[in-house]
């Protein structure tokens, strides 16, 4: 069975469309089967990896307002073992037509079991608002990973955030856990970085693990997203593919660790 995870922070910009694409590649590389679900309107992440989203007429939208599958909006990329099910900006209706729908935060989470079984991982590109798209996100995923910039308003937003995890935790999924946060954008010889890195770590480290892997700032990965695409085809030996290759064997470690233990909770 894949692990769900959603990539999620309502702060905009800090770096979860990158994070969703370049861990799904490192991912796909390790000889994971990987889909992404592209949950955010502005659909960076399908054109991310070169989907011309004018060409289709299945988006997640169609899955949300039930008028098409999961597996008939799924697509496959330029990655392999990687496929995606794209967005449109049609999702921002979304929002307020699930209002009326009977178990609205669930509506992903029933999407994405048809699918579940084929896959690995399922990465969730979440948008940059805690609304209802985003809690279905949360609702559905086993796990979130919360990528934040080194800055000092991005340190005080995973307040907010973490609030909105425990809410879903309590009422819609008791099962759903923080995987850790990552920092992304690090200017490593900058003391802000240095600086905001080590508070984070003090206030939430007791309780969320924070990445050993550090996403370094580059222009690079600016280029790429321009580029519509990975860093890794569009700048193999930088840093920053490194950084996010380091970074896939990090998350498919706890993935395997959670799968082990979840085996031998069954055995019991
Ligand atoms: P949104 O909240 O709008 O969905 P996001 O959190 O998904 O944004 P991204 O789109 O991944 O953030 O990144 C925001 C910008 O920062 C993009 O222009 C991207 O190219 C750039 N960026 C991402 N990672 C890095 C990096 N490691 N170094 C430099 N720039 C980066
Ligand atoms: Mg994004």
């Known amino acids: 069975m894949g692990k769900i995870i959603a ?87 979304a929002e307020l037509e699930l209002l009326n729908t009977a178990n609205r935060e669930r509506i992903l989470l029933h999407l994405i079991e048809e699918v579940k079984a084929e896959y690995d991982y399922v990465l969730i590109d979440c948008m940059p608002s805690l609304g209802m798209i985003t809690i279905n996100a ?10 934040t910039q080194p800055h000092y308003l991005s340190a005080k937003g995973l307040e907010l955030l973490l609030r909105s995890v425990s809410m879903v935790k309590r009422q819609i999924n008791p099962k759903l856990r923080i995987d850790g946060i990552l920092m992304t954008m690090v200017m490593p010889r900058t003391n802000i970085s240095k600086e905001i890195t080590a508070t984070v770590k003090s206030a939430y480290g007791q309780k969320i693990k924070v990445f050993d892997t550090e996403i370094p700032h580059s222009i690079r990965a600016v280029e790429a997203t321009a580029e519509g695409k990975s860093i890794f085809a569009y700048d193999k030996s930088g840093k920053v593919a490194a950084a996010y290759e380091q970074f896939g064997k990090e998350v498919a470690e706890i993935g395997e660790k959670q799968r082990n233990q979840n085996r031998t909770d069954r055995l019991r």
């Not at 004018?54 to 392999?80: F, H, P």
């Open 138 to 147: 949360l609702a559905a995923a086993d796990s979130v990973i919360i990528p």
């Open 7 to 93: 990539i999620a922070n309502q702060k905009g910009g800090v770096g979860k469309t990158t994070t969703t694409i370049n861990l799904a590649a490192s991912l796909a590389a390790l000889d994971r089967k990987v889909l992404l679900i592209d949950a955010d309107p502005q659909a960076n992440a399908s054109s991310g990896l070169r989907i011309d989203i004018t060409q289709k007429n299945i988006s997640i939208y169609e899955c949300l307002i039930g008028e098409a599958s999961l597996r008939e909006a799924i697509d496959t990329t330029c990655v392999s073992g990687l496929d995606i099910v794209c967005s449109h900006i049609d999702l921002v209706g």
